[in-house]
């Protein structure tokens, strides 16, 4: 999974970057676009490894990639090389200032930040619309491609972004080649001082999150960064001082698979203990794909063990004898959290 951190500068981006990824990238304006990989925290995959000690314990991964940010309080329009690097991200996180800067001009409003960013958003997209739009009939395209793209032009100069259209209403397979913005599932980080870190969002604030089909966390940057640097036992005692119970690391991450529908499979053994990272509602032989494609192609059937029944019974041959072993065919919708072996012939 690929999350593109994205703002205003000065909202502290690349201080979240740091909290998130445990790198130590330099703050300030401009610069380069960065990107940090890290394993997503799973009790579930230390509990396996510790039973099953394999030589290889891989944990699921998110590669957060700091995109420059914006400057000036008129918002005169993200540049051509932002909207190109956030194109290419599969979520949006939004970072929005919640803190006074003396580095920073002008007031602290994360409502109208956030607005301000969700406006660009439309009208890149609005663009992009319209010209497909003016070719789609120029071009005497099928009435069923130009009523799509009208659709959406319509949503979007009402302001709303695409994310709000149902599935029912628009094919989202059709907008995978467009790389349009207000599509991608977008999380919004409010990054406070630390003395308000533990504090809910505001009302008009969580209103407008929820308005934009997003989803919004709050967190101290700087001072998440300092945990990062720390060892775990240190830094459970600094959350619990901030009246914190995890990480922003793990709270971001259970965010964006709660927004991105994700979930986990495992596969276990001597050799590796693994987590799989798919779509919820994906079936058994699609998510044997993840594995390889030949499990895909050659797929028989999978052996399942849901992991709450395996922790209850202890191993595979304890699950057999109680009659909760699942024989699956190609068409089992894969829950979270099932450890599963693939067989398969090719």
């Not at 676009?33 to 799973?42: E, K, N, S, Y």
């Not at 036992?233 to 690391?249: P, R, V």
Request: glycine share 8%; hydrophobic share 45%; aromatic share 6%.
């Amino acid at each position: 999974m690929k999350i593109g951190l994205v703002g205003f500068a000065g909202s502290g981006k690349t201080t979240v970057f740091n909290a998130m990824t445990g790198l130590d990238a330099p703050v300030g304006y401009g610069g380069e676009v960065r990107l940090g990989t890290v394993r997503v925290p799973d009790e579930r995959i230390d509990r396996l490894s510790a039973m099953f000690k394999p030589k290889k314990t891989t944990y699921a991964e998110v590669t957060f990639c700091d995109v420059p940010g914006e400057h000036g309080a008129e918002r005169k329009g993200l540049s051509t090389r932002a909207l190109t690097t956030i194109r290419e991200q599969e979520a949006l996180a939004l970072v929005l200032r919640d803190f006074d800067s003396p580095a920073v001009e002008g007031d602290v409003e994360p409502l109208r930040d956030l607005s301000a960013f969700s406006d660009e958003c439309i009208l890149a997209d609005l663009t992009i619309v319209e010209g497909l739009l003016a070719r789609a009939r120029k071009e005497n395209a099928p009435q069923a491609d130009r009523s799509r793209l009208e659709l959406m032009q319509s949503v979007l100069e009402d302001g709303t972004p695409l994310r709000m259209v149902s599935a029912d209403q628009l094919d989202r397979d059709s907008l995978r080649g467009y790389q349009l913005l207000t599509d991608r599932p977008m999380l919004v980080v409010v990054n406070r001082d630390d003395d308000r870190a533990a504090d809910a969002l505001p009302d008009d604030l969580a209103a407008r999150i929820e308005e934009l089909g997003a989803a919004g966390v709050v967190l101290s940057a700087s001072v998440e960064a300092e945990i990062a640097a720390l060892d775990a036992e240190d830094q459970a005692a600094f959350l619990q001082d901030l009246g914190l119970t995890e990480s922003a690391l793990a709270r971001f991450i259970r965010a964006a698979y709660g927004l991105l529908d994700l979930i986990s499979f495992f596969t276990v053994g001597e050799d590796e203990v693994r987590a799989w990272t798919i779509t919820r509602g994906m079936t058994a032989r699609t998510a044997a794909g993840k594995i390889h494609s030949d499990l895909e192609r050659g797929f028989i059937r999978a052996e399942v063990m849901p992991y709450d029944v395996f922790i209850e019974y202890g191993s595979e041959q304890a699950v057999k004898a109680a009659g909760r072993f699942q024989v699956e065919g190609k068409d089992y919708v894969v829950a979270d959290g099932d450890i599963m072996n693939i067989r398969f012939n090719v």
